[in-house]
């Protein structure tokens, strides 16, 4: 009886030995399978938000006294003429400057417009690239030089998007616009959260509010991971670094865009908003200047380098 008793005592550890190595490699495995689905995401989707891709945890900075101090300090002098706002994507950390003051759009919304189309795209299941033939109406000569091919050229749908993002063309924008619905406009205005103002000389936002246009594409909540992921890619194509991407190393990737307006009354402002990958701190970034483009230019390299610098330095 006593050497069954032993036995029995020895099988029954033994049996629970193997449960707990089984159970350890099952977990292992899982977590194994968990890091290359992650890691498969990342190189489909490296331009999205690594919340919606399930990344284990980042390392991440807490403390913006110092560089929220240094940027009202530098931004003070110019008084309304000028509004920021940055957002540290990993904790949501703000830091706002006149960030509710509403300047023109101008061509900030072209963003929104293709989103829209994108969201047609994604409504109709199209997967096709249709061949777009300009009308006089769309000829636009006040950016970009499509204009220039005239009446009765003809575009694809993607080259369109491809110019309206990277260099802002105005005509492209417009040739975008007969494919979509009210309801892409309003599905995407909708699911931005912001509200839209405008007077007689267009459409008015901040630079917070134009941020939820970039954080909505940055985690893929008005369009699907695709074509969020597209109209990411394309913004940091745009040909236009002289302002806020200016401010960071060329190595770093920025998905922005830029918007120039000038009123009735001859005063000029610039805007730049976008997303700087600084990698694991990345953060949005939105400044509207009201001046010539030379003050702008200066405002927007000095702050946009005060704040990589900062994001990037700090242990």
Known sequence: MGKTRIFLVCLIISLLVNIVVLSVFYKNSNEIKSAKDFAADQMRFPLLSKRILLEFPQDILLNFLDLRTELRNQVKPYGESFGLYFEYLPTGTTIGINEKVEFHAASLFKIPVVMAYYRFRERTHRQDDPEITIKKD??????????????????????????????????????????????????????????????????????????????????????????????????????????????????????????????????????????????????????????????????????????????????
């Not at 009765?152 to 110019?163: E, N, P, Y």
């Not at 975008?176 to 267009?202: H, N």
């Not at 040909?239 to 991407?245: I, N, R, Y």
């Not at 990698?279 to 001046?291: A, E, H, M, N, T």
Request: proline letters at 3%; glycine letters at 6%; aromatic letters at 8%.
């Open 138 to 315: 769309q000829l636009d000569d006040q950016f970009g030089d499509l204009w220039k091919k005239g009446e009765g050229a003809r575009i694809k749908a993607s080259d369109a998007v491809r110019l309206t993002i990277t260099e802002s063309d105005n005509t492209a924008a417009k040739t975008l616009v007969p494919f979509i619905e009210p309801k892409d406009f309003e599905a995407v205005y909708q699911g931005l959260d912001i509200d839209l103002q405008s007077d007689d000389q267009g459409a008015l936002i901040s630079a917070k509010n134009y941020s939820s246009i970039l954080k909505s594409l940055y985690f893929s909540s008005v369009l699907d991971k695709e074509s969020s992921e597209e109209i990411l890619d394309l913004l940091t194509k745009t040909k236009f670094p002289d302002k806020l991407a200016a401010g960071v190393p060329s190595n770093v990737l920025v998905a922005h865009k830029i918007g120039d307006f000038v009123d009735s009354e001859g005063n000029e402002g610039f805007r730049d908003c976008g997303i700087v990958y600084v990698p694991r701190r990345p953060y949005v970034l939105c400044i509207f200047s009201v001046g010539n483009e030379q003050l702008a230019r200066e405002r927007m390299q000095k702050l946009s380098k005060t704040i990589y610098d900062y994001v990037s330095s700090v242990k």
